[in-house]
């Protein structure tokens, strides 16, 4: 065990102030056990600097939450499995990246316009993949930028298979906020076109988050059927428009099917 009494993150026990510092000290709990495999009460005080009264409440607070537990040695406590629960979320997220880039880059050779794959965050679309067309006019790297939901055809699919709780906190947080004149701001013509995107199993979006682009976006699943991202096509107006999304969508949608049984939907 580290006698420095400095948490693993090198900052001293005392810094963060009110909420945040008990939030500090239980990731350093956390920290400290990953570190030493297990460890008790009066060492987890000793090192964290606090009084073994808050050292013990700390740790039955994580040990509720599964993310610590006491082990075979009395009084010792190690990480829990509820720590690979939450850990669970990286790799599964990442594996969906690593299993749509050849299908985003196959429809993005195919379709010569450029395609991303988004994510829910908040109450964003996130793109998280991005692969361009020789033909595709934008160079913008929009991975990592966040887009509203509403004004993009990635958010609508993602909206549209959100449950009825998620969604109406979606809306509250985010609103609908106009980004050009063709940005849908009515909830009801907006539910309209999320009851729509269900049936029809893809999204458009018309110059709705910048004035000359056009996309078309369908559900992606992962092996339980719950739909965990939107696979998009974008291009300028003039030339993707209404006709070509019609002539690319079955091919757009069956795009989200490969990247859907990559991640074990059966569908």
């Known amino acids: 065990m580290s006698n420095g009494k400095q948490k693993a993150n090198g900052r001293g026990a005392g810094e963060a102030p009110g909420g945040v510092q008990s939030v500090d000290r239980a990731v350093s709990v956390l920290e400290i056990l990953a570190r030493e495999g297990s460890a008790g009460v009066s060492e987890v005080a000793a090192e964290i600097g606090v009084h073994k009264s808050t050292a013990f409440r700390l740790l039955a607070a994580l040990e509720e939450r599964d993310l610590v537990e006491q082990n075979s040695e009395r009084g010792k406590y190690q990480l829990g499995f509820g720590v690979l629960r939450l850990a669970s979320a990286i790799p599964s997220r990442l594996d969906m990246v690593r299993q749509a880039r050849p299908v985003v880059d196959d429809l993005a050779q195919r379709f010569d316009e450029t395609i991303n794959l988004a994510v829910v965050r908040e109450h964003y679309s996130v793109h998280v993949q991005q692969a361009l067309g020789s033909a595709a ?72 988050l910048e004035t000359g682009l056009n996309a078309a976006a369908v559900p992606v699943r992962d092996h339980t059927g719950v739909v965990v991202a939107a696979v998009a096509s974008s291009g300028p107006a003039y030339r993707f428009d209404r006709a070509r999304i019609e002539a690319i969508i079955d091919d757009l949608k069956a795009g989200g099917e490969r990247i859907s049984q990559r991640l074990g939907w059966l569908g």
């Open 137 to 208: 006019v934008a160079s913008q790297n929009w991975v990592g930028q966040l887009t509203p939901l509403h004004a993009t055809s990635s958010g609508k699919i993602l909206m549209a298979h959100m449950g009825e709780e998620q969604l109406e906190s979606v809306l509250a947080a985010a609103g609908l906020k106009a980004y050009t004149e063709h940005t849908i701001t009515s909830r009801k013509t907006l539910m309209k076109q999320l009851a729509d995107a269900r049936v029809n199993g893809f999204a458009t979006a018309y110059e709705e």
